[in-house]
């Protein structure tokens, strides 16, 4: 169920390399109009207890965490420069010689991006709020006995996700990331209020459709935000900032049900508080710089620079802008349409997105969090809440781990590796079910192959795809790729959540491990063969190479 998370890469890219000319100075060459936008992802879902609410996997699946050692250290890495052609007017190539900045990475945009990760939380927090609540407000809405229903209260969320998905890389298209973001804050709080003092079942469906659709556009919208207004240095690790936000979100949401033992009232209380960092995130964003590259790509140039300066400082202007209009030299296309995406020239690059995220869903995450609960009691752990802080904070560990390496070893890396452990890990939670000589070790075998799926995933298959969709997609399909690619994980991750159960009833869990186990590994071959590493990349380069202007 995951999604989604995406962030992305070459936000600025501030990376441009001149080959040297014949003769000294510096090649001019004519501005274009461009389409530069970016969206990423996201994420996952939810399944109650009875069948519907368990921590979804998305929520888990974006789990890519900020690791202050990793951070520091990538904040003293020096910034790389790469050879870039344009073409000049006359259709010869010539270089482009560079304004070199020898400063360190700018560590300004850190307020934004924590603005932006309000998002991020709020998308974590109303995956994992209806969790510990759903019992509760069954109870006061008159449907404890109806688990159709209880379905629909978990569910609904994911067909608000899925609408908005859709919507949000359009919406950031028109009218920019910072507003979308202040739209978006407007289902978000709207929907909260309605779920707290929902009075039937009726209204309780509605606020939450209006908080999936406000996760929904958030999950596209927060990568791509954070992707754009980061330096390509490490928009890595600052793109998995999002992930940990969400893991953050999933588990204040957990703590937030703490009270209801003693407090059957209180899961109004639990929705109400979601209130607080919509606004937050409205107010934020309203004092927030836009995204550079799409006021450029809005004809915006005098706005452009101003951002540039609030977000890096005034002597990265002359780089940054020069990379821009490097990307505008080699595609003054007009942004494509839906039809588009379909097409020979970028279905293969698409194709890749839409791969990636529906590996993501079928590699079993949403299984192995429904089903931890069980897993976990039969190891003798009967709290429901160490079960979950356990897979919490592998999952914490796992995205911390991956924001440290995502600059240093690549994101096809990590994938590989994440998909092989995940793998593995199904293998033995396969084994642990049928096995009659692990039958005394059943129990902590299953825990440790919980554990361990958990972890792997957080790695590299839960974070990756949010981050790498937006850092391969054209400038002028971006939006819709991305909004593609999420559509199609909220769409599966709702019918998983539907289908699930009765697939494991028939064919049983142990066959249904083995089946997603195998997933895993044709996902391992599938990523060594289709993925592109974008490491140390800006976006402008990555698309030069992968989508050649026509």
């Not at 809005?298 to 101003?306: H, L, M, P, R, Y």
């Not at 802080?389 to 440290?404: D, E, K, P």
């Not at 590299?460 to 997609?473: D, R």
Request: aromatic share 10%.
């Amino acid at each position: 169920m995951q999604s989604s998370a995406y962030a992305v890469k070459g936000s600025i890219g501030l990376e441009i390399h001149n080959r040297r000319l014949a003769a000294p100075g510096v090649a001019q060459f004519k501005k274009r109009n461009s389409a530069l936008n970016n969206t990423f992802s996201i994420l996952d879902g939810s399944s109650d207890k009875d069948h519907c609410c368990k921590l979804s996997s998305s929520s888990i699946s974006m789990g890519a965490g900020f690791a202050r050692m990793g951070v520091d250290r990538m904040f003293r890495s020096s910034a790389k420069y790469r050879s870039v052609k344009a073409q000049a007017s006359e259709g010869d190539l010539e270089d482009v010689a560079p304004v070199k900045y020898q400063g360190k990475p700018s560590t300004s945009v850190l307020p934004y991006v924590g603005v932006a990760c309000l998002g991020a939380i709020l998308f974590g927090y109303h995956l994992g709020v209806v969790n510990g609540a759903l019992g509760y407000l069954s109870r006061d809405l008159g449907i404890s006995g109806n688990t159709v229903l209880q379905g629909w209260v978990v569910s609904t969320l994911l067909a608000g996700a899925t609408v908005g998905s859709f919507t949000g890389g359009s919406l950031a298209d028109k009218f920019g990331r910072t507003k979308t973001f202040q739209l978006d804050a407007i289902p978000l709080a709207i929907g909260a209020f309605l779920c707290a003092t929902a009075q039937s079942v009726q209204t309780m469906m509605v606020g939450r459709l209006l908080c999936g659709i406000g996760i929904g556009i958030s999950s596209a919208l927060v990568p791509l935000y954070i992707s754009e207004i980061s330096p390509t240095e490490i928009r890595g690790a600052l793109g998995s900032v999002n992930q940990l936000f969400i893991c953050i979100g999933i588990l204040a949401a957990l703590v937030a049900g703490l009270p209801l033992a003693g407090d059957p009232l209180w899961w109004r209380t639990m929705f109400g508080i979601a209130i607080a960092p919509s606004v937050l995130l409205a107010i934020g964003m309203a004092m927030s710089p836009e995204s550079p590259r799409w006021l450029f790509q809005q004809g915006k140039i005098s706005e452009a620079e101003k951002a540039i300066t609030t977000l890096f400082g005034k002597e990265r202007v002359p780089e940054v802008m020069q990379d821009l209009r490097a990307a505008a030299q080699s595609s003054s296309e007009q942004e494509a349409g839906w039809f588009d995406l379909f097409s020979r020239r970028y279905w293969k690059v698409v194709s890749v997105g839409a791969a990636l995220f529906l590996f993501q869903q079928l590699a079993g995450i949403n299984a192995v969090v429904y089903y931890s609960t069980s897993v976990f009691r039969s190891a003798g752990i009967a709290s429901d809440v160490a079960a979950s802080a356990l897979v919490g904070a592998a999952n914490v560990f796992g995205t911390a781990v991956a924001s440290s390496l995502m600059d240093k070893q690549g994101r096809k890396s990590l994938l590989v590796t994440s998909f092989l452990g995940m793998a593995a890990s199904m293998l033995l939670l396969s084994l642990s079910f049928t096995w009659k000589v692990l039958a005394p070790y059943s129990g902590p075998l299953a825990v440790l192959g919980t554990v361990l799926y958990v972890l792997s995933f957080s790695l590299g298959a839960g974070p990756v795809p949010a981050l790498l969709l937006p850092e391969i997609f054209a400038s002028r399909i971006r939006a819709k790729a991305v909004a593609l690619s999420l559509g199609m994980h909220w769409a599966s991750n709702f019918i998983i959540g539907l289908y699930f159960l009765s697939v494991v009833n028939r064919f049983g869990i142990s066959k249904v491990y083995l089946g997603f186990a195998s997933v895993c590994i044709l996902a391992v071959f599938y990523t060594a063969g289709k993925v592109v590493e974008t490491k140390g990349r800006s976006l402008e380069e990555i698309e030069r190479e992968l989508n050649p202007a026509v």
